[in-house]
């Protein structure tokens, strides 16, 4: 699927933007969890949440990234896919851990395995968009 010019810069700024807003949320959260979140919680929960904050920022840059890809190769499904399933998947996964760690019911912790999925998921269509358009 080919898009017009406008359309793809508007996809691209869309990625750039949310790849932007997560980064700087994974900071704030970040800085939280390392001021505040680390007196509160057990070794094992600031690992967790370590690791939710690790994983939103190196999605943040995955967003961005696919924006970048966006300006220089023709916007496929799979490239919407992909960035589709990168945000979605960092809100999931990362959002469960935070929530779990903030004292949500420990049944919320159940959702980070399939935000989980979707990150993996979200790389395997930028690596077919990448495949089949030589981006």
């Given amino acids: 699927m080919n ?11 869309r990625c750039v933007a949310a790849g932007a807003v997560l980064m700087m949320a994974g900071l704030i959260l970040g800085a ?7 007196d509160r919680v057990s070794a094992r929960e600031l690992a ?3 690791t939710a904050v690790l994983y ?13 890809l966006a300006r220089s190769s023709v916007v496929t499904a799979r ?3 992909s960035a589709c399933l990168m945000g979605l ?6 959002g469960s851990i935070y929530l ?20 993996m998921a979200s790389w395997g269509m930028l690596a077919l968009h990448a495949v089949a358009r030589g981006a």
Avoid: D, I, K, M
């Fill in 100 to 119: 779990t760690t903030a004292g949500a019911p420990h049944w919320v912790l159940s959702v980070a395995p399939t935000g989980g999925l979707l990150l």
């Fill in 79 to 81: 490239l919407r896919w």
């Fill in 56 to 68: 939103q920022l190196l999605h943040a840059l995955g967003l961005v990234l696919v924006g970048v």
């Fill in 48 to 50: 967790s949440y370590e």
């Fill in 3 to 13: 898009e017009t010019n406008a359309t793809s810069a508007g996809f691209a700024r």
């Fill in 89 to 94: 998947g960092s809100v999931l996964f990362s």
């Fill in 32 to 38: 939280l969890g390392t001021h505040l979140v680390a």
